[in-house]
């Protein structure tokens, strides 16, 4: 059974950075056909993806985030960490982990794997 965990700070201030780590149980990150999700929904918004990190530590990222976003992984520990720079009031989100095997795109709702999520406040 796959598991996945999200961990970091509930607050973080405008301009600091966002550092958010997803612990993986029930799979290595690194088997083939995986791919490692970030996902988060603003209050009263749909589902935003991220990027995500593959099997083999390719990375892709949405172009909303690209600018702000890096996804990378410790393979020793099975996590994979999101780091969002610069973050606004508006990064105020319920932050997701998920993981699927065989996609790695950008429609949310095609991960079969996710973590319960962790809120994060954005505010001085």
């Known amino acids: 059974q796959v598991q996945l965990r999200e961990s970091g700070p509930g607050l973080v201030k405008p301009s600091q950075t966002l550092s958010l780590t997803c612990t993986v149980s029930g799979a290595s990150i690194t088997t083939s056909f995986y791919a490692w999700s970030w996902i988060r929904q603003p209050p009263g918004k749909g589902l935003e993806w991220m990027g995500v990190?593959?099997?083999?530590?390719?990375?892709y990222y949405s172009p909303s985030f690209k600018s702000r976003t890096s996804i990378s992984r410790d393979t020793s520990k099975n996590q994979f960490s999101l780091q969002l720079s610069s973050v606004t009031p508006e990064d105020t989100a319920v932050y997701y982990c998920?993981?699927?095997?065989?996609?790695?795109?950008?429609?949310?709702?095609?991960?079969?794997?996710w973590g319960q999520g962790t809120e994060v406040t954005v505010s001085s």
């Open positions: 998920a993981g699927d095997v065989g996609y790695s795109g950008s429609d949310p709702n095609k991960y079969i794997y």
């Open positions: 990190i593959g099997h083999d530590g390719s990375t």
